[in-house]
T-cell receptor, first 117, second 112 residues
């Protein structure tokens, strides 16, 4: 149980285009979802926290107009990287937790490798 | 906010040896400390966790210890195997939000 999927697993796009990444909880209702960014050989950096039906809370230094997060349902959150640039190339990982599960535990998705040319 | 320091950044051991990874945290209110294992290009997987009301927890070859007074916690892996090779992250969080702050990670290499 507590499976989180992400789509796509890998995406390559041209500079200036927008990319949408989906995060889904497959067997539980995710009241809270998190979006992380991870550079090679570095730690997970929290970008934002989203609760179903409300606006995301962004961490300091993360541009909310560039990284649009939507958590429209209890099983789906999306991250849209707008006007992507090469410096946005990274590994993006979502995680989720649900009220029916341990509140202190996050379940991670498999990640999305974004490459901006 | 919380600050989590993790050492070493790289750890190389021979198969069968023990490995120890140490973390310190700054916020005395933190009360939940998970450890994640991440293989290259894959998702972090929770391998063990400990809460502040416990000093030690063990699960087969993996154990975690917590010293609340000193604000540090450690991961111990005994009888290491090549498949233990991965990056290990410690984290600290507290009740309410339970949003973890991660350490920088330790790359564990187990040589056969």
């Amino acid at each position: 149980g507590a499976v989180v999927s992400q789509h796509p697993s890998r995406v390559i796009c041209k500079s200036g285009t927008s990319v949408k990444i989906e995060c889904r909880s497959l067997d539980f209702q995710a009241t809270t979802m998190f979006w992380y960014r991870q550079f090679p050989k570095q730690s997970l950096m929290l970008m934002a926290t989203s609760n179903e039906g409300s606006k995301a809370t962004y961490e300091q230094g993360v541009e909310k107009d560039k990284f649009l997060i939507n958590h429209a349902s209890l099983t789906l959150s999306t991250l849209t990287v707008t006007s992507a640039h090469p410096e946005d190339s990274s590994f993006y990982i979502c995680s989720a937790r649900g009220e029916d599960l341990r509140l202190d535990t996050q379940y991670f998705g498999p990640g999305t490798r974004l490459t901006v040319l | 906010g919380e600050n989590v320091e993790q050492h070493p950044s790289t750890l190389s051991v021979q198969e069968g040896d023990s490995a120890v990874i140490k973390c310190t945290y700054s916020d005395s209110a933190s009360n939940y400390f998970p450890w994640y294992k991440q293989e290259l290009g894959k998702r972090p997987q929770l391998i063990i966790d400990i809460r502040s009301n416990v000093g030690e927890k063990k699960d087969q070859r993996i154990a975690v210890t917590l010293n609340k007074t000193a604000k540090h916690f450690s991961l111990h892996i005994t009888e290491t195997q090549p498949e233990d090779s991965a990056v290990y992250f410690c984290a600290a969080s507290k009740g309410g939000s339970y949003i973890p702050t991660f350490g920088r990670g330790t790359s564990l290499i187990v040589h056969p």
